[in-house]
């Protein structure tokens, strides 16, 4: 996901517009001809066209360019601890994002208690790509309606519109209309979401912005411009991390799972997006906590907080999938790249024999199968 610049109406996505047809009743066979062939050209253009979000591309520009200037300056004149910091906060950021806003909120793959979400919240919030339910929103639509119209981020329409192109155009109709459809009561109880969502427009600027460029200049005096600039690189430098899951992990890498689903499984994605990159397993089984097959923290860092958070008692229910179900699905649908096919890579399967896409644990279409053989990990009572 990410943020959403100036409110609801530039979120980008594509809006619908049709062309009108004018149509002239003629006695001639000619003329006839003539209509008949134009309602054909006109039938063959895309039905939807886009409309840019020009005030979204400004601000995409401000930040990238101010992005740059940042990195130089933290190459050739800021000091040491304000390049220190900005690591951190980007941390800080990306654990809100995989571990808060995508792994609990999202896909309920675990349960945290009020002082975790409390955490998870403001770093959600310094990462600055929507609030929460928003956020959770449009990730749940993109899981369900993968590579359609109603995907925010449609991977089919291309690598620039899935990374970034998306937010400077406005919605495709299905995305709202489909998206109305995707149950999000579960968000609208939890007392922190609702929070966060109703002094968003305070919290971000201040999380995300401010107190970032506060911190160096008041403890180790770093320069007011060099500060800004160093955020500006910071935050810039996340969201493109960010959408990397989007764009580079629908398009290149393994399918060891489900090869008939756009998403990939790509280690470069995975280091840097903080454990997302094993985008084709997350796909296939989106409430497993680690959002992967993995038996180490060495590429999903963010399995390894929620482990550490599980270990102190404030994260619980952590749903797992076991090796046996894992092996047979992707013996079944996978690439081979994993585990050894045991049916014809060129057979007709298609990923909707396996049942409708889901969002994550709690979805209706969740099969029965798979909600009985769930492990679950530091089970409560």
């Known amino acids: 996901m990410a943020p959403n610049l100036f409110g609801n109406s530039a979120t980008l996505f594509l809006e619908a517009s049709q062309q009108d047809v004018s149509q002239k009743k003629n006695a001639t066979e000619k003329t006839t001809t003539q209509k008949l062939s134009l309602q054909k050209i006109q039938n063959s253009k895309p039905k939807y066209q886009w409309k840019i979000v020009w005030r979204n591309v400004i601000a995409f520009l401000y930040l990238h360019i101010g ?91 291309g690598f620039f519109f899935s990374h970034m192109g998306w937010l400077m155009v406005r919605k495709h109709p299905d995305v709202i209309n489909k998206g109305a459809t995707v149950d999000m009561s579960d968000l609208e109880k939890d007392p922190v979401v609702v929070w966060q969502r109703r002094l968003y427009i305070v919290l971000m600027p201040l999380f995300c912005f401010l107190l970032p460029t506060w911190v160096p200049c008041h403890f180790w005096n770093e320069k007011p411009m060099y500060a800004w600039y160093a955020t500006l690189f910071r935050y810039t430098l996340s969201l493109n991390l960010t959408w990397l899951v989007n764009s580079a992990a629908h ?52 399995t390894a907080i929620i482990d550490f958070f599980a270990w102190i008692g404030w994260a619980y229910d952590l749903k797992t999938v076991s090796y046996t179900m894992v092996k047979k699905r992707a013996a079944r649908t996978g690439d081979g790249s994993r585990y050894e096919r045991t049916t014809d890579h060129h057979n007709t399967h298609h990923h909707t024999d396996d049942g409708p896409a889901i969002w994550g644990w709690g979805d209706t279409d969740m099969a029965a199968e798979d909600i009985q053989k769930v492990e679950i990990i530091n089970k409560s009572d």
């Open 67 to 157: 992005a740059l200037y940042g990195l130089y300056i933290l190459i050739v004149a800021a000091k040491g601890y304000t390049f220190l910091w900005a690591i951190i906060v980007a941390l800080l950021a990306a654990i809100g994002v995989t571990g808060g806003a995508h792994r609990l909120w999202a896909h309920r793959s675990y349960k945290a208690k009020w002082p975790m979400r409390v955490i998870l919240m403001i770093f959600q919030t310094m990462a600055f790509q929507n609030h929460i339910y928003e956020w959770v929103r449009d990730h749940r639509v993109h899981h369900k309606f993968t590579d359609t119209d109603a995907d925010p981020h449609n991977a089919q329409r």
């Open 251 to 302: 398009i290149w890498g393994m399918k060891p799972y489900d090869n008939t689903i756009s998403p990939t499984d790509s280690i470069s994605v995975g280091i840097s997006a903080m454990g997302e990159g094993w985008h084709n397993y997350h796909h296939v089984f989106p409430w497993d906590y680690k959002a992967a097959e993995l038996g180490n923290y060495r590429t999903n860092f963010t």
